[in-house]
């Protein structure tokens, strides 16, 4: 009786082990298929935009929607105008302004009086600057619809690509760090831009547990020495970066954030220009961009 009993138990530990087996291995065919099933319909390109000391950058969407993230200082918005005609981009979607500092949107209002603007996205924070009254007066006068963007956020631009809101949540007292930071992931290509995001802001988005893995990184605040920690780096782990600078008298990029990115590549405006990434979702190139 007793070896009968043996005799179930052993056949029933054998049919649970291969169902369990059996389990694990589809489970795995299945990540394959959702991986392999990932069809590419259009690149998407990413424009890092020389407009000195500041900050711009155009995202062209799979599907040819467009994103403009900050537009330098006052005298930026010339040339962004003409980087805008060379791409033969007539209207923007979306216009995103990162924070209210001069030289991420000073050049932001002569866009919206010269193109069609879809949504103008801002972290809404209260102006303390002329140039910060004048573009909200701008985005009024148009009529454009106005959006305020918080942690969490997904911006409906396209449906293949991922565009997610990290930053701000709350108050983090400082411009800077009350910067929209966004992660954008398209097939197996994710990148992070991380507007002026200093430290305070970075720790803030590390306890949200907030998807930070990235193959590039937009370095945060020019290169400055109060940004891209070492943790940023672990977490996000990108194989590039690309930073965006010109002549200024405030030492970026630092030393020690070079130092911090010295396993990386690094592409920068104040050497190369206007910068062009391009991904079909499966890999990546970074160039210099025929525009200057």
Not at 73 to 89: D, E, M, P, S, T
Not at 167 to 174: C, T, Y
């Amino acid at each position: 009786m007793k070896r009968r009993i043996t005799f179930f138990f052993m056949a029933a530990l054998l049919v649970l082990m291969a169902v369990i087996a059996i389990a694990i291995y589809a489970s795995q065919q299945n990540g394959r298929q959702t991986l392999s099933a990932f069809q590419s319909h259009g690149s998407m390109k990413a424009y890092f935009l020389d407009v000195g000391q500041g900050d711009s950058t155009l995202i062209v969407y799979p599907n040819n929607k467009t994103i403009l993230i900050d537009a330098g200082n006052r005298q930026a918005g010339v040339r962004i105008n003409g980087y805008l005609q060379k791409l033969n981009i007539s209207s923007l979607d979306v216009v995103l302004a990162t924070h209210n500092d001069a030289d991420h949107i000073g050049g932001l209002e002569r866009i919206v009086q010269d193109y069609k603007i879809g949504e103008y996205i801002s972290n809404c924070k209260h102006c303390t600057t002329k140039i910060c009254e004048e573009l909200s007066a701008a985005v009024g006068k148009q009529n454009i619809l106005s959006t305020c963007a918080k942690r969490g956020d997904r911006l409906l631009i396209d449906e293949q690509v991922d565009t997610i809101v990290l930053n701000p949540a709350g108050d983090l007292g400082g411009s800077n760090d009350n910067s929209i930071v966004l992660w954008l992931g398209y097939g197996d290509f994710s990148i992070l831009l991380m507007g002026d995001c200093g430290v305070n802001c970075e720790r803030s988005i590390f306890k949200s547990k907030a998807m930070l893995k990235a193959d590039v990184l937009k370095v945060g605040h020019h290169g400055s020495r109060g940004s891209t920690t070492t943790e940023l780096l672990k977490k996000a782990s990108p194989r590039d970066a690309i930073i965006s600078s010109g002549k200024n008298s405030f030492g970026h990029p630092s030393n020690e954030t070079l130092s911090r990115l010295s396993g990386l590549t690094v592409f920068r405006t104040d050497q190369i220009g206007s910068i062009m990434l391009e991904t079909s979702g499966q890999g990546y190139s970074i160039r210099q961009a025929a525009l200057d």
